[in-house]
């Protein structure tokens, strides 16, 4: 099936297409510009509207003393429940302390401890501290910041924003060699187009729009799977979709984007409890709170149904000085009515993470 649209009314091309101006989009268009390539940047909105800025607790690597890649591979592998792939695993927890470096090295600013020395925190399923973070609870803003700026300032990287990708184009042989694409609005270039290229990425993101509750931003509607389901690609996995467990709550019939509330918070210290008062993630698994997400998720759901309520609470008064170090989340939180130094959080899961897409190798081809 393609989509019914005109002829594509202006054409251009690149090496390469990047579909998508989140991490994983900004990421592949500057290593490209490394190798020499041009580069097409596509994006549905402005170039800061992805998924990338809205992630709050920070990025999980081994960089702590004492702390190592295989340590790391352990805590994954067993929040993954037998489900992970080991050698993708392997590139993860290997490869994560050089890429966070490199994210340094292009600008990003983490926060540090007393000593100078990178901030690390905890978050569900890992057993020791390693989670940096940045702006507190702004970890996304800042990366997205650092890469932005470093795209912004590469001439060879073209961005098209405003830009819906309608369909892969291919030779006779079936090779994608290309895309067309619609600009909506003010854009760089007005209407159907298409760009040939030799390679194309997509680096679209989530469908956590999909749901009625959702961490997701508006453009997370499921646009790259869609596109290479049209294409023939394999996809994989697509029913792996991850639940946050502490979404904030912020009233029945609450429909779309929601404001989270950082697993972050629960690594310094705070709690969940029900509508009685009672600590129920005790005894439903050894690191209680900071279980891994879905095993939170589902009994604060199984909580939810025993007790008729829409939510279950957060208790987070035990945190000092925490407007300082969740400004953001504390602010959410404000605008309710809430205050988290004195008040419990209602909290409810929500859509999170699509875990599962187009399915590739370990060097991202597509079949």
Same mark, same amino acid.
């Given at each position: 099936?393609?989509l019914?649209?005109?002829?594509?009314?202006?054409?251009?091309s690149?090496d390469?297409v990047?579909? @998508?101006?989140?991490v994983?989009? /900004?990421?592949? $268009?500057? +290593?490209?510009?490394?190798?020499?390539?041009? %580069? /097409?940047l596509?994006?549905?909105?402005r170039?800061d509207?992805?998924?990338?800025k809205w992630? #709050?607790?920070?990025?999980?690597?081994?960089?702590?003393?004492?702390?190592?890649?295989d #340590?790391?591979?352990?805590?994954?592998?067993?929040?993954?429940?037998?489900?992970?792939?080991?050698?993708? %695993?392997? !590139?993860?927890?290997?490869?994560g302390?050089?890429?966070?470096?490199k /994210?340094?090295? #292009?600008g990003a600013?983490?926060?540090?401890?007393?000593?100078?020395e990178? $901030?690390?925190?905890?978050?569900?399923?890992h057993?020791r501290?390693?989670?940096?973070h940045?702006?507190?609870?702004? &970890?996304? =803003?800042?990366?997205?910041?650092?890469?932005?700026?470093?795209?912004?300032?590469?001439?060879?990287?073209?961005?098209?924003?405003?830009?819906?990708?309608?369909?892969?184009?291919?030779? +006779?042989s079936?090779? *994608?060699c290309?895309v067309t694409?619609?600009v909506?609005?003010e854009?760089?270039?007005?209407?159907?187009?298409?760009?040939?290229?030799?390679?194309v990425?997509?680096?679209t993101?989530?469908l956590?729009? %999909?749901?009625?509750?959702?961490?997701?931003?508006?453009?997370?509607?499921?646009?790259? !799977?869609?596109?290479?389901?049209?294409?023939? $690609?394999?996809?994989?996995?697509?029913e792996f979709?991850?639940?946050?467990? &502490?979404?904030?709550?912020?009233?029945? @019939?609450s429909?779309g984007?929601?404001?989270?509330?950082?697993?972050?918070v629960?690594?310094?210290?705070?709690f969940? !409890?029900?509508?009685?008062?009672?600590r129920?993630?005790?005894?439903?698994?050894?690191?209680?709170?900071? $279980?891994?997400?879905?095993?939170?998720?589902?009994?604060i759901s199984?909580?939810?149904?025993?007790?008729?309520s829409?939510? !279950?609470?957060?208790? =987070?008064?035990?945190?000092?000085?925490?407007?300082?170090?969740?400004? +953001?989340?504390?602010a959410?939180?404000?605008?309710?009515?809430?205050?988290? &130094?004195?008040?419990?959080?209602? *909290?409810?899961?929500a859509?999170?993470?699509?875990?599962g897409? *187009?399915?590739?190798?370990?060097?991202?081809?597509?079949?």
């Amino acid at each position: 099936m393609r989509l019914l649209t005109g002829k594509p009314g202006w054409s251009t091309s690149a090496d390469v297409v990047v579909i @998508g101006s989140g991490v994983a989009g /900004l990421t592949t $268009a500057l +290593n490209l510009r490394s190798h020499g390539l041009s %580069v /097409l940047l596509v994006t549905k909105a402005r170039i800061d509207e992805g998924s990338t800025k809205w992630a #709050q607790g920070g990025i999980a690597a081994a960089l702590g003393p004492g702390d190592t890649p295989d #340590q790391h591979k352990k805590d994954t592998l067993i929040a993954g429940a037998g489900l992970c792939d080991s050698k993708a %695993v392997d !590139v993860l927890v290997s490869e994560g302390p050089e890429a966070v470096r490199k /994210l340094i090295a #292009q600008g990003a600013v983490f926060d540090k401890s007393e000593t100078g020395e990178i $901030a690390l925190t905890r978050e569900g399923g890992h057993l020791r501290n390693r989670i940096l973070h940045a702006g507190g609870d702004a &970890t996304g =803003a800042e990366v997205s910041r650092a890469l932005l700026a470093a795209v912004s300032n590469d001439p060879g990287i073209e961005v098209i924003e405003h830009a819906l990708v309608l369909d892969a184009l291919k030779t +006779n042989s079936g090779r *994608v060699c290309g895309v067309t694409l619609h600009v909506i609005g003010e854009g760089s270039r007005d209407g159907v187009g298409q760009v040939l290229a030799r390679a194309v990425v997509l680096a679209t993101g989530g469908l956590g729009q %999909v749901y009625s509750q959702t961490t997701n931003p508006s453009v997370s509607t499921g646009d790259g !799977v869609a596109l290479a389901l049209r294409a023939g $690609a394999d996809v994989a996995d697509v029913e792996f979709i991850q639940f946050h467990p &502490t979404v904030l709550y912020i009233g029945e @019939g609450s429909r779309g984007q929601q404001p989270l509330i950082s697993e972050a918070v629960r690594g310094e210290g705070a709690f969940l !409890v029900n509508d009685r008062g009672e600590r129920f993630m005790r005894g439903v698994h050894p690191l209680a709170d900071l $279980a891994p997400r879905d095993i939170v998720a589902k009994e604060i759901s199984r909580q939810m149904q025993l007790t008729g309520s829409l939510h !279950v609470w957060l208790d =987070a008064r035990s945190i000092k000085d925490f407007s300082d170090r969740f400004p +953001n989340i504390y602010a959410s939180c404000k605008e309710i009515g809430i205050d988290p &130094t004195s008040d419990l959080i209602p *909290v409810a899961p929500a859509s999170h993470y699509a875990s599962g897409g *187009v399915r590739t190798d370990l060097n991202g081809h597509s079949s």
